[in-house]
Each structure stands twice: as structure tokens, then as C-alpha cells.
């Protein structure tokens, strides 16, 4: 049996819930056995094939009760590995022998910590027998934590996608006309990179007449919203809002080009960026920002284009070169669409087991703190 100890998993929104999510149904598909111990409150509408408890309270609190659970479960049954969705979820954990392997996002460790602080991450992830980052990015975040033969990086896979609908996407079409279509799928705040997109829109001739879709909400959606409405590109920047399953394929079907150029804003950047693999199941190549680990989920040259997100002209530059070369479009899409059908769960949960893979990538030198 394995064991999960995890803050974030569905059905709450967000990369790492869908991460953990993800890791959940490969192991059980596997034919393993799972126990999750997970926060928030149930879904009923939920048919996992695994044991689910759920934690409800104080933060500490349900931290210490987990923590405790899993100690029982350990002593009680035969657990062979204990994941864990960050180093919070081991701080209260005392492992009783058995492998514990630890994800890392990027987002978990500050620029600058206290003193105090940096203890408790080191503390943490004392614990783990593996500690796995989803990017080179991230590593090197980590690496002042842990030691450096402890720690590998394995970037995240995903779900096989579904089929986009040929009747969605006919309403796309029917909604919006033709023309290049750029689109964008994400929480919207700042460190997204969607500001430059709409800049980019009203600044590149290869841009003129193509459209700019935008999917997702966030606290950034007001400011974004009045940009593109003050832009002379305003009738072709659409904000699309939460989209579900069935119209994000169909988006990904439908777009010419995905972009999320992110870059960082304050202790705030992209740890990898799964869409990027999304994009490229359907055969689009994607733009990112070179800030994070989005240089981990795009080949830049061969799955996509990666620029200085921070930079509005080498966004537009990056986007025009893009949406001007349809060679180079098919090109890429094709690399994304044959990179993302080989990082499946199916092929690469045993990266997620105790050992290392023998062909880990090589990691960063550790930063100081």
C-alpha cells in the first residue's frame, strides 16, 4: 500500500491539487493500493478507486491529525512509500521507517527566509528519503534544503486529453471568425505574462487581425480587462472566463498558438506550467517566459518559442514570429503534440518511486541563502 499526505487535492482547483490528483489515479491504476489523507471537505460526486480521509479545521491542527493518521496507518499496515505534496505536509510527520518521497513546486520556498523559517524547510524535508522538483527552477529553490543526492527533478506529466469537439470548436469558430487565434489559459494575476499579450496585440503588424483569447479568472481579470478595453485591438482581445474540460479542448483545438509568457513578480514565478503540455497534446506550439520552469515544459525552438516575459517587446516579437511563420507553427506543433503524448502517468510513474530514474536531469548548482 502507498500513502499520500497532501494539503492540495481535488476536488479544489489549482496545478499542484491537479498534480496530486493525477499521481492518486496513476498509482491506483497501477494496481496498488492508496490511502490519501487530504484537507478539505469531501466530493461526493467522487468514484476513486482508493481510500480517501478528509481534514477539516485550524491549519495546525489538521496538520498534527494527519500527520497522526498516517503514523497509525503506517503501524498498522504495510505501507511502502509515503508521498507527500510539500515539506509542510511532513512537518508534523514522523516517519517510521518506511521510503517518503516529497514534491516540490516552487511557490513553497521563499525568496528570503527567516531564519527560523529556513530550519523548519530543512526540518522537513529531513525527513524525505527523495525529494522530487517539478523543474531545474525549482531545484535550485530547494537545493539549499536538502541534500543534493536526495534531490531530483522529474517534470510533471499529465492526464491523456480528451478529443476536442468538433462541434465546440465549430462554435468557436462560428463565435469569432477566422483568422490567427492566439489563446491563453490560466489564474489570472500578474505573474502570467496576459498584459503583454494584450500590449503585443496592438503593436506587431503580423498581429493585426488575429484574436486574442483568454481563459481563466484571477484577481488580475479587472486591470487585464480595462487594458484590452483602452487598447486599439480591443475587438479582438475576448475574455472567455472558467472554462471546463470540454471547452478548454476545444480552445486547445481551436487556437493557433498558445501563450503564457510568465515571469516573476516578487516571490512570485511559475515553477513549470502543465498547460504548456496541454497546448501541445493538441499539436500547438506555446510561448512562456524564460523566469521559472517553464523552460522545463517548453523545448524552446523545437515544442515552442521561450522570451523574456518581463520584456513587452520580445513578447511581441516572439508572438509575431509565431503567428507570421506557419512552417514554423506546424513544426513545433508537431514536436509539442509528440513530447506531450510521451510525459503520461501511465509512463512515467516510476519516476515517482524512491529510487531515482538513472536518466534524472542534471540539477543546478545549490543557491545560497
Known sequence: MHLMLTQCFPPKLGGIENMMGGLADAIAASG?????????????????????????????????????????AIRREKVETVFADSWKSLERFRPPGCPVVCLAHGMEFPPQPSAAKAARIRAALAKATRVIANSRYTASLAAPYVDARRLSVVTPPIQPQPAADPAAIAGLTERFGPGPTVASLCRLEPRKGIDRLIEAMATRPALAGARLLIAGDGPDRTRLQEMARLSPAAADIHFLGRVDERDKAALLGFCDVFAMPSRREGASVEGFGIVYLEAGWYGKPSLGGSDGGASDAIRDGETGLICDGANREAVAAALERLLADADLRMRLGEAAASHARSQTWAQKLGDYLPSPPPNAMDLPAPAGL
Open 32 to 72: 496498488s493500493e492508496l490511502l490519501v489523507l487530504a484537507d478539505s471537505e469531501p466530493d461526493p460526486s467522487a468514484t476513486p478507486g482508493y481510500r480517501i480521509r478528509r481534514y477539516r479545521g485550524f491549519k495546525p491542527f489538521r496538520r498534527w491529525w494527519k500527520a497522526r493518521a498516517a503514523e497509525r
